[in-house]
């Protein structure tokens, strides 16, 4: 077994696979820097190699749980673009067939274009005893998510430092700002292990939170409340076609689960590429309700002004 320091504490277990040198199609989903309307990743199909890990704990980099359906993807550095792909999911077909992953988790080790997939995607895509599989994949724009987009603040967080994880937004989030009552936007700073920051005075809330996507979409959550470690789903989602979505208070769930501002630690097995996508720009502003099981958008209020880029 052989050890590999990455972005986050993480170790690779070889097997008895050949890690691969090369890269084939290597191609970024996600650009770090420029302009806050830059365009979106290419919706091009790109083709790499795959393969699989088991988590050691009970997050990813990205500091969210693994998907209810086990089904999640590590990206090498460039791809994972300190953080900025969380949340996203790429559609990879391998010999067996296709599968859909979450970005949750960072492969410093990985080459641009190497995929380190969860063990159940692995197998759905592939042999587990090859270990390394030849596949294709893009990113999937306004995926749906298993529910309505939620917010936590982290442990350590007060009326003095204000930091959120945010989870189920299905597209990539370019920024994210927050205000307290009487307040204004203060812009937050995306850390690499997914968690965004205003460090400075921001109050005890209840807070509106305004976050953008990289199609430049946004949607604003209000009424969050300042509850370190729990977890306030809200009806706000990144979807298909939306111009609209629903107004109303979050609830916290009663889970104590939240992510945690320093990174995890890991089991994995090798792996290699990956890729991006990108559709029609839709641009809104919304504010969150209450949760909403089923996949689609909630179409109760609709919201407010159209946000624009630039």
């Known amino acids: 077994m052989t050890a590999h320091r990455l972005l986050a504490p993480r170790w690779l277990a070889t097997g008895g696979a050949v890690l691969l040198a090369g890269v084939l199609g290597a191609a970024l989903l996600l650009q770090n820097g420029g302009s806050a309307c830059a365009a979106p990743p290419s919706s091009a199909k790109h083709t790499g190699k795959a393969t699989f890990y088991d988590l050691a704990g009970t997050q990813g980099n990205c500091s969210t749980r693994p998907p ?4 999640y993807v590590a990206l090498g550095k460039s791809e994972y673009s300190g953080a900025r792909a969380c949340g996203s999911y790429l559609d990879v077909t391998g010999p067996k067939g296709k599968v859909r992953v979450k970005v949750f988790d960072s492969c410093p080790e990985c080459p641009a274009g190497h995929l380190d997939l969860s063990r159940t995607a692995f197998k759905k895509i592939g042999q587990e005893i090859d270990g390394i599989i030849p596949i294709t994949y893009k990113t999937v724009p306004n995926a749906p998510a298993p529910g309505p987009l939620s917010i936590t603040f982290v442990e350590g967080t007060s009326q003095y430092y204000w930091a959120v994880s945010i989870d189920n937004h299905s597209n990539a989030i370019r920024s994210v ?14 850390q690499d292990y997914n968690v965004w920051i205003i460090d400075g005075q921001m109050g005890s809330g209840p807070f509106q939170i305004k976050m953008t996507d990289i199609y430049g979409k946004t949607i604003t959550a209000k009424n969050i409340k300042l509850k370190p470690q729990q977890k306030q789903t809200t009806s706000v989602r990144f979807a298909t076609g939306t111009t609209t979505s629903t107004v109303a208070a979050p609830q916290l769930a009663k889970k104590k689960s939240s992510p945690s501002p320093s990174p995890s630690k890991k089991k994995a097995a090798p792996s290699p590429s990956a890729s991006s996508a990108a559709p029609p720009p839709t641009t809104t502003e919304a504010t969150p ?15 407010v002004e159209a946000a624009s880029c630039g």
């Not at 209810?68 to 089904?71: E, G, P």
């Not at 700002?177 to 204004?184: I, R």
């Open 68 to 71: 209810a359906d086990d089904l």
């Open 289 to 303: 309700d209450q949760p909403s099981a089923d996949v689609a958008l909630a179409a109760a209020e609709p919201a």
């Open 177 to 190: 700002s927050a205000k307290g009552p009487g307040g204004t936007f203060k812009a937050a700073a995306l």
